[in-house]
């Protein structure tokens, strides 16, 4: 099966994400079932990068990997590290924010971290991409 990758490199701050948010638009084939949930999911990744690893520092980057075949779909979020593992932990009701590995933990088929030489990879592949097809 061909497998397509796109690859990007972002700046690591809050204005990046809507840039990564078209990334994986383009990215994606069309008519994509499961664009929605890997938007969000993806958006969320690369927030916890820019809110809580040493890439949302002054010159900080973090990439993004987009892979695709037609029977499924994968992103990979590395950064720059953290002395922290990213862990999903049950919300705050009185926060707004707080929740960005929750939605990866219960909307991906599988997600996990893996610590680099150079900082940490996140990646996940979203439940609703597994006999993906596009229209």
Known sequence: MDERVHRRTFRGEPAALAEV????????PPGCPAAADFVLLLDEAAANAVLHSDSGRPGGEFEVTIRHRV?????????????????????????????????????????????????????????????????
């Open 71 to 135: 029977d499924a779909l994968r992103a990979e979020v590395v950064d720059a590290g953290a002395p922290t593992r990213p862990r999903s932990a049950p919300p705050d009701r009185g926060r707004e924010a707080g929740r960005g590995l929750l939605p990866v933990s219960v909307l991906a088929a599988g997600w996990g971290t893996r610590r680099l030489p150079h900082g940490r990879l996140v990646r996940f592949e979203p439940a609703c991409a597994h006999g993906l097809r596009a229209a």
């Open 21 to 28: 948010r078209r990334f994986a638009r383009r990215s994606l």
